[in-house]
């Protein structure tokens, strides 16, 4: 039972924005700012979008953006494009020093 | 460009071990850490641990403690990690990635180790 809790689907159509959030459940994680965001396409690899709730790597677009507030923290998708199709985990840093994985979202473009 | 490569698809019988290597290219390997992450088929991501390129340090998640051993070689820029006493439920892809601030990437192109007997 993961301890960061994702909503199972989100969906929106081309060139809309799209949220997904993240609930810490568990005392063991936030309090802090180390929660990342990950992109999965079918039968691909996961790749890091966001990391330390809102900075994003060189190369990610700017149509990613990240946030926290209290105990969830989210992601938002602006212009959503058909290339954004995929699966979106969440992770946060935990005190036992480890990583934990949200349930993961499917994000369908209509 | 930064780059993880992962050794290929694996085959094992319940009871037996497995090493799946991760070999870093186009950066200096002993500056960051690699995690390891696996996903069983049609579930989603699980964190296994994470080792030092730079001193070995190790932190497993509590689950796979006493069955994962995670080693590097740095004369080689390359990251291992091994599971013992596999059972079926061990059956998943198997990703490793490198440690980017407190996130992870980028990351290999993942090792699909079946159990089955």
């Known amino acids: 039972q993961s301890a960061l809790t994702q909503p199972a689907s989100v969906s929106g159509s081309p060139g809309q924005s799209i949220t997904i959030s993240c609930t810490e459940t568990?005392?063991?994680?936030?309090?802090?700012?180390?929660v990342s965001w990950y992109q999965q396409h079918p039968g691909k690899a996961p790749k890091l979008m966001i990391y330390e709730v809102s900075n994003r790597p060189s190369g990610v677009s700017n149509r990613f953006s990240g946030s926290k507030s209290g105990n969830t923290a989210s992601l938002t998708i602006s212009g959503l494009q058909a290339e954004d199709e995929a699966d979106y985990y969440c992770s946060s840093y935990t005190s036992s020093s480890t990583y934990v994985f949200g349930t993961g979202t499917k994000v369908t473009v209509l | 460009q930064v780059q993880l490569v992962q050794s290929g698809a694996e085959v094992r019988k319940p009871g037996a071990s497995v090493k799946v290597s991760c070999k870093a290219l186009g950066y200096t390997f002993t500056s960051y850490d690699i995690t390891w992450v696996r996903q069983a088929p049609g579930q989603g991501l699980e964190w296994m641990g994470w080792?030092?390129?730079?001193?070995?340090?190790?932190n497993y998640e509590q689950k796979f403690q006493g069955r994962v051993t995670m080693t590097t070689d740095t004369s080689t820029s390359t990251a291992y990690m091994e599971l013992r006493s596999l059972r079926s439920d061990d059956t998943a892809v198997y990703y490793c990635?490198?440690?980017?601030?407190?996130?992870?990437?980028?990351w290999g192109q993942g090792t699909l180790v079946t159990v089955s007997s």
């Open positions: 568990s005392s063991d994680v936030g309090g802090h700012n180390y």
């Open positions: 080792i030092s390129g730079y001193n070995d340090n190790t």
């Open positions: 990635a490198r440690t980017y601030y407190y996130g992870s990437g980028p």
